[in-house]
T-cell receptor, first 110, second 110 residues
C-alpha cells in the first residue's frame, strides 16, 4: 500500500528562520510527488516533482526529490508570518487518487 | 485556463436534512474528479472519485453518495445528514499528474 509520512507534524519558528519540511514515501508505481499549502481554506498547489535532484523553486520556497531514498524536502527561507499554514505532501501513483500525508503545521511568530 | 467552482461556500443544515453540493470544472475535458472531506484540525479524507461520466468509486462507506451527470460536473449528496457529516468539503480535479482543489464548502450540521 502506498504511504506518505510527513515530519515534523508541527513546527514553530520565528520570522526570518529557515525551515525544512520532510516527506518520505513508499510507492509501487511512482508518477510524481506534490506539495500543497493549506491556510484556512482549500489547499493551493506549490510544486510537482517527478525527477530526482532537480530543485523546483518559487520565491523563498524550494523543493527537491530523492527517488533513491524515497523522500522530498520543502525548504522555506526567511520565513514570514504569512507562511504559517499546513503543508501537505501527496504522492501520485499510476491512475489511483493521490495519497496525502497528514501534513506539517508551520507556525511563524513575529 | 482551468477553473473549478464549488457552491455553496458555507452551509448550515439540521440533522436529518438532505444535502447537495455541486462542483463544476471549466477549461478542461474528461478530468478526474474527487470529493474530499476535512474535519476540523484533521487531514484530507478522500470520499469519492470519478474517472468519467457515471463512473464513481467510493472510498469510505457512509451515508453520502456522489454522481457525475456531465463530464465536468460532480455532485455530492446525502438523504439524511448526521452530526458527524460536519466538515470542510473539497472538490478537486486532475489531468495527468497535477491536482487542483476548489474553494470548498464548509458544512455545519446542527
Amino acid at each position: 500500500e502506498d504511504k506518505v509520512v510527513q515530519s515534523p507534524l508541527s513546527l514553530v519558528v520565528h520570522e526570518g528562520d529557515t525551515v525544512t519540511l520532510n516527506c518520505s514515501y513508499e510507492v509501487t508505481n511512482f508518477r510524481s510527488l506534490l506539495w500543497y499549502k493549506q491556510e484556512k481554506k482549500a489547499p493551493t498547489f506549490l510544486f510537482m516533482l517527478t525527477s530526482s535532484g532537480i530543485e523546483k523553486k518559487s520565491g523563498r520556497l524550494s523543493s527537491i526529490l530523492d527517488k533513491k531514498e524515497l523522500f522530498s524536502i520543502l525548504n522555506i527561507t526567511a520565513t514570514q508570518t504569512g507562511d504559517s499554514a499546513v503543508y501537505l505532501c501527496a504522492l501520485s501513483s499510476g491512475n489511483t487518487p493521490l495519497v496525502f500525508g497528514k501534513g506539517t503545521r508551520l507556525s511563524v511568530i513575529a | 485556463s482551468q477553473t473549478i467552482h464549488q457552491w455553496p461556500a458555507t452551509l448550515v443544515q439540521p440533522v436529518g436534512s438532505p444535502l447537495s453540493l455541486e462542483c463544476t470544472v471549466e477549461g478542461t475535458s474528461n478530468p478526474n474528479l474527487y470529493w474530499y472531506r476535512q474535519a476540523a484540525g484533521r487531514g484530507l479524507q478522500l470520499l469519492f472519485y470519478s474517472v468519467g461520466i457515471g463512473q464513481i468509486s467510493s472510498e469510505v462507506p457512509q451515508n453520502l453518495s456522489a454522481s457525475r451527470p456531465q463530464d465536468r460536473q460532480f455532485i455530492l449528496s446525502s438523504k439524511k445528514l448526521l452530526l458527524s457529516d460536519s466538515g470542510f468539503y473539497l472538490c478537486a480535479w486532475s489531468a495527468r499528474h497535477e491536482q487542483y482543489f476548489g474553494p470548498g464548502t464548509r458544512l455545519t450540521v446542527t
